[in-house]
C-alpha cells in the first residue's frame, strides 16, 4: 500500500505496511511461556500496548519433561523516558499461555478423583519490568529494537502464596529477558 504526503507543493511517496503484518519479532529467554520463546508482535494505541504471540519451548534436559506453548501476550508500556537517543519505559502486562503437549489437560482426566485436581492446560502470567528502545535509521531495513527485563508469576503459583504464609515470593517468582527487533 502507498500513501502520498505532500509539503509544500512536494509529493512524497511513502510505502505503509498491510495491517497484518507483525510490527516486530520477539525473542525471550524464560518468564513461564518456555525456556525460549519466539514470536511476532503489533504495537497498538500508539505504541502503548504490544500485543504479541508465542510460541515456547522447554526441552527434557532442563524441564523434566519436553513442553510446548502458545502464548498471547499484552505489554503495557505505562511511560516513555527519552534519554540519549534511547526510550527507557517501565512495563507491565499478562499473558494467557496453553500447554500443548502431554503434561497438561483441558478436562480432568478419569484416572484422577472428581473435584481433587483442576486443569492444567491454561494458566495466566502477569509480570512487571522495564525496556529500553532503540531506533535505527529509516534507511535500514531492521528498524529499531527493544531490550527487556521481567518479573513474573503464574496464576496458580499466586493463589498458593496468598494461601500460604509458608510460600516465599521468591518461590514464585520468575525472571525473563528478550529482545524485539522492528521491521
Do not use: C
Not at 503489533?42 to 522447554?58: A, M, N, P, R, T
Not at 499478562?94 to 483442576?118: A, C, H, M, Q, R
Amino acid at each position: 500500500m502507498t500513501a502520498n504526503l505532500t509539503y509544500s507543493n512536494d509529493t512524497i511517496s511513502v510505502e505503509e505496511k498491510s495491517w497484518y503484518i507483525p510490527d516486530y519479532a520477539k525473542l525471550q529467554f524464560a518468564g513461564n511461556i518456555g525456556f525460549l520463546s519466539l514470536g511476532f508482535g503489533y504495537e497498538l494505541f500508539s505504541k502503548h500496548l504490544q500485543s504479541d504471540i508465542l510460541y515456547g519451548y522447554v526441552p527434557y534436559s532442563i524441564g523434566g519433561a519436553t513442553i510446548h506453548t502458545i502464548s498471547q501476550k499484552n505489554t503495557f508500556v505505562l511511560y516513555n523516558h527519552k534519554r540519549n537517543g534511547y526510550i527507557i519505559s517501565p512495563i507491565a502486562g499478562f499473558s494467557t499461555n496453553f500447554e500443548t503437549g502431554n503434561n497438561s489437560f483441558l478436562i480432568l482426566p478419569d484416572k484422577y478423583p472428581k473435584g481433587y485436581y483442576v486443569t492444567n492446560a491454561i494458566h495466566f502470567t502477569f509480570f512487571i519490568g522495564g525496556k529500553i528502545h532503540k531506533t535505527l535509521t529509516k534507511q535500514s531495513k531492521i528498524k529499531g529494537f527493544d531490550f527487556y527485563i521481567e518479573l513474573g508469576t503464574v496464576d496458580t503459583y499466586l493463589w498458593y502464596k496468598i494461601f500460604s504464609k509458608e510460600i516465599k515470593m521468591k518461590d514464585i517468582s520468575s525472571f525473563a529477558i528478550g529482545i524485539n527487533t522492528f521491521f
